[in-house]
């Protein structure tokens, strides 16, 4: 299964060309196993470069592969032949169609994997992360769960999933698992596909400072790699990142250095050239942006994919709504939205009507641009889920602990026999109340974290970090459970917000950030000293020692002492525990992060007080 062969450097296409009509002389003196190891050999030299010289050379020699073993063997790489070069529905029917062939646990990962990214291009969201999923747990069983290219594959199809659908928090993850895949692989290549993907979430979120962060990561370890996509698409990225930033000329300027290096696939290019487009469209340069639209739209012919054709025809309707040609303009989103109905793009489909919206409503075409704007916010409510599984059970633990309350009242008119009985009832409510407030900080957090793992985790650290500064022991007990509610306030935000598919306006930005006063509100008035704690811990864990958190802006020693140890102790475990997607970063990643962060982020006796811990109890943070 590996990914080079002794053609890789010498053979040319002629030469492959010429093999195809010389097979049989070939099998004069090798047997036909021998031959087709030769020949998956050769393909899989030429799959990112020359998908379709591979597809032929796939093609010509089937018949070599005999057994049900071989023929799955082939088949994948004849899926994954077909994806590249754009038959996704024939990709995914090979795929489909080999499951039965093999009982290799890494060939159906991989099988598994192809249908899962073909789901994803015709737009079977729900069914591809379905496959995936099922793609992982066929590698799991292979042994080799930690670290294996096809796990790498899988969690990068699982990215681009959540990318699509706008679940950015999901992709990535999948796209920071994958690269700590690559990291235990050594393999550059695969860390630098890692690199690109999280930059270009974060560029999507609008956090741009990181998303560059990363590229220039990536640039500066391209010199060390002679892959020659891996090249184009790194150089490519920064292109849609300056554009983001308005910076146009350097937008062009990276496009430019993308499209001077050949070698690469058609798709990649077909990006670069609109991103190039749209930058020179921003700079009013209409002709030159034309002849780069042309371009994509040239290798679009070739090697048609409908979701790339509706993206271009989107981008090239902005080129000429800035020319005030608005009539071309609806006529490209038109096109578009037909592509992206047939793709399934729901994200690009009300994106597309949002568009007709606003141009009708330039022309003072208010019943076109009413009805787009009724069916954008149609589509959009389509992605955004309305039932929460979380938000159930939360709501079935209220309903659990209304029934004891009726229970103690009932047992407290019972005589001295059933004392015993009322205390336990008594300890069941405040056991159930508390674990009722878990759930709901689970559910306002939109994680798949039905034990509240994580949460006990951030109470334990806390705890500890406490203990570590010599805190009161009283003040140690109750942090370990007030810690588990910091984010309970998120419970509050609307799903418009918290669901939302793409970056947030300032002003939903604003609203998300009121999940810490809503979740003080929600703690308020209590008379436990345990709540009273929990409020502030939820009112402050956002605040940052050098006063640029929120919601206060408060400074220094002003945030609560238990407020700053729980910031770390949530930040420690999201870096270093296992997440749905995600799997423990190193420790010494996470402590450099944390001491990074010192004296900005953090409180620094805190964080002196946490390394601490880590030194001497270590076994127990992990």
């Not at 010389?22 to 036909?32: D, F, L, N, R």
């Not at 379709?52 to 790489?77: D, V």
């Not at 994509?296 to 409908?306: G, S």
């Amino acid at each position: 299964m590996g990914n080079t062969s002794s053609f890789e450097n010498t053979t040319k296409p002629s030469d492959i060309t010429h093999r195809l009509d010389t097979t049989m002389v070939i099998g004069e003196t090798a047997t036909s196993e021998q031959l087709l190891e030769q020949v998956l050999g050769e393909a899989r030299a030429y799959l990112d470069t020359q998908p379709q010289l591979a597809l032929n050379l796939i093609h010509h020699n089937e018949a070599l592969a005999k057994t049900p073993e071989q023929k799955a063997q082939l088949n994948l790489l004849k899926a994954s032949c077909l994806s590249r070069v754009g038959k996704i529905e024939e990709a995914l029917d090979v795929a489909e169609q080999s499951y039965d062939l093999t009982s290799d646990e890494k060939i159906l990962c991989s099988l598994k994997e192809i249908a899962a990214r073909s789901q994803y291009y015709l737009g079977s969201y729900m069914e591809a992360l379905r496959t995936s999923s099922e793609s992982l747990m066929h590698i799991k069983h292979a042994g080799e769960f930690q670290a294996s290219e096809e796990r790498f594959a899988v969690l990068n199809t699982q990215g681009a999933i959540y990318y699509r659908l706008g679940q950015y928090d999901q992709a990535l993850a999948a796209y920071l698992e994958s690269y700590d895949v690559a990291i235990t692989l050594e393999n550059k290549h695969l860390r630098l596909k890692s690199i690109a993907n999280i930059s270009n979430v974060y560029k999507e979120e609008g956090h741009y400072e990181q998303a560059l962060s990363y590229l220039e990561k990536a640039l500066a370890e391209l010199k060390t790699i002679d892959n020659i996509r891996t090249n184009i698409i790194i150089l490519g990225n920064f292109s849609p990142y300056y554009f983001a930033m308005g910076q146009y000329k350097e937008a062009i300027s990276y496009a430019d250095k993308a499209l001077s290096i050949s070698g690469g696939m058609p798709i990649d290019y077909i990006d670069i050239y609109t991103y190039k487009a749209e930058a020179l469209s921003a700079l009013q340069e209409y002709q030159e942006a034309n002849n780069n639209f042309a371009s994509a739209q040239a290798l679009l012919k070739e090697h048609p994919n409908d979701h790339l054709q509706a993206l271009l025809y989107q981008r090239q309707a902005s080129h000429f709504v800035r020319q005030d040609k608005h009539e071309t303009a609806i006529d490209l989103l038109l096109q578009a939205k037909e592509l992206f109905t047939q793709t399934n793009s729901k994200k690009e489909l009300y994106q597309v009507h949002l568009k007709l919206s606003e141009i009708y409503r330039s022309l003072e075409q208010t019943d076109e641009a009413l009805e787009n704007y009724i069916i954008f916010h149609t589509i959009k409510s389509e992605l955004q889920s309305e039932t929460s599984e979380q938000r159930r059970k939360a709501l079935l633990i209220e309903h659990e602990v209304n029934n004891l309350i009726q229970e103690k009242e009932q047992a407290s008119k019972e005589n001295e026999r059933l004392e015993r009985l009322v205390l336990e009832r008594t300890l069941q409510i405040e056991e159930a109340h508390l674990e009722m407030l878990k759930r709901l900080a689970i559910a306002g957090e939109k994680r798949d974290d039905d034990t509240g793992e994580h949460t006990d985790r951030v109470g334990r650290v806390s705890a500890l970090i406490a203990k570590g500064m010599d805190c009161d022991p009283t003040f140690v007990q109750m942090i370990e459970v007030a810690a588990k509610l910091h984010d309970i306030g998120k419970i509050g935000i609307p799903d418009s917000i918290l669901l939302k598919p793409d970056k947030l306006t300032n002003e939903e930005f604003d609203t998300m950030k009121t999940h810490t006063s809503i979740g003080a509100e929600m703690l308020s008035n209590s008379d436990s000293l345990l709540i009273q704690m929990a409020e502030r811990i939820v009112h402050c864990h956002h605040e940052k020692w050098n006063g640029k958190g929120y919601p206060q802006g408060l400074v220094g020693a002003d945030i609560p002492l238990e407020a700053r140890i729980v910031a770390i102790a949530d930040v420690y475990d999201a870096l270093t525990n296992v997440r749905p997607y995600k799997r423990a970063w190193s420790h010494e990643e996470a402590l450099e992060e944390i001491i990074r962060s010192s004296d900005s982020h953090f409180d620094p006796n805190v964080v002196k007080a946490f390394l601490a811990v880590i030194e001497s109890d270590a076994p127990q943070v992990a």
